[in-house]
């Protein structure tokens, strides 16, 4: 599996988190997640959630005001993403009980954290909500004494 990047989006258009596992310059980023946010959110919902831009296959999903929009290589199973955009959002709801933009905002470290969790070099390694949520519920368990 070969995740080159993962964004959250809002509905305006602007990224709430991005994580790339391809090293890009910082303009590069800028473009890439610009063109493709602007494809993404042009989109009905009546049309399929996979895009083809430049050499990355866009899988995105649309969970009340974000956009999970995920990155791959060409020879990625779509489904499979889509499987794992879900997952990653029961986590984060499961986490900030009822995830929405602002606990992604004001929380960016602990939804970096929890998505560091799940995956690495942009290869998913986990995806078992319990042993995901596990080290940072202990985390913050010592935060608390």
Do not use: W
Request: glycine share 4%.
């Amino acid at each position: 599996m070969a995740i080159k990047f993962i964004l959250m989006v809002n509905k305006q258009g602007q990224t709430r988190l991005a994580q790339y596992y391809d090293e890009l310059s910082v303009a590069e980023r800028g473009s890439l997640e610009g063109a493709i946010i602007r494809k993404c959110l042009a989109r009905n919902e009546h049309q399929c959630s996979f895009v083809e831009f430049r050499n990355y296959k866009c899988i995105y999903r649309r969970y009340a005001s974000l956009f999970f929009i995920v990155g791959v290589d060409g020879e990625e199973n779509e489904l499979s993403i889509l499987e794992f955009i879900h997952n990653l959002v029961e986590t984060l709801d499961k986490y900030f009980e009822n995830v929405c933009e602002l606990d992604i905002m004001f929380n960016l470290e602990r939804a970096h954290f929890l998505l560091d969790e799940m995956v690495m070099n942009g290869r998913i390694v986990e995806t078992n909500k319990k042993h995901i949520l596990r080290p940072i519920r202990l985390m913050d368990q010592y935060k608390q004494t």
